[in-house]
């Protein structure tokens, strides 16, 4: 089959798998990724943070707890307004993303390694401009 949903569909299926396996060997899921991902940048207040992700503040606050008992993440009360807390990307927080990113390099490698770099980026770009097409987002 050449259909290029169907191709998608397919690679995607065994590219999901292995993201999650590489995740999931730090305790993290996709989730997690993304609300530590959205910290790097800094400490945001938790509203903030539910707005970037743009999803149902109950979700947020769910891996906010996991990744707090993981010991990836902190809150702490805003010294100017004791009812918002700030969350930020703990050292131990920051470690785990490094060594995630290696084991996603890992993965693209396994995934993509009849590609050259060229490919690579070019696939890139183009499933880029399909999920931005799509109204897409890296929000979970």
């Known amino acids: 089959m050449d259909q290029l949903g169907v191709l998608l569909a397919g690679r995607g299926a065994i590219a999901g798998t292995r993201v999650r396996a590489a995740l999931a060997a730090e305790g993290l899921t996709m989730r997690s990724l993304y609300t530590l991902t959205r ?9 903030a943070l539910i707005d970037a992700l743009g999803v149902d503040p109950s979700a947020v606050v769910a891996v906010l707890n996991e990744l707090e008992n993981l010991g990836l993440v902190s809150r702490n009360r805003d010294p100017a307004d004791r009812r918002r807390h700030i969350v930020s990307i703990t050292a131990g927080g920051l470690s785990v993303l490094h060594t ?3 084991l996603l390099d890992d993965a693209d490698n396994d995934l993509f390694g009849a590609l050259s770099p060229a490919e690579r980026d070019q696939l890139n770009g183009l499933l880029l401009k ?11």
């Open 100 to 102: 995630i990113e290696k």
């Open 39 to 47: 910290l790097t940048d800094g400490p945001l207040g938790q509203q």
């Open 130 to 140: 399909v999920a931005d097409a799509a109204s897409c987002s890296d929000k979970f």
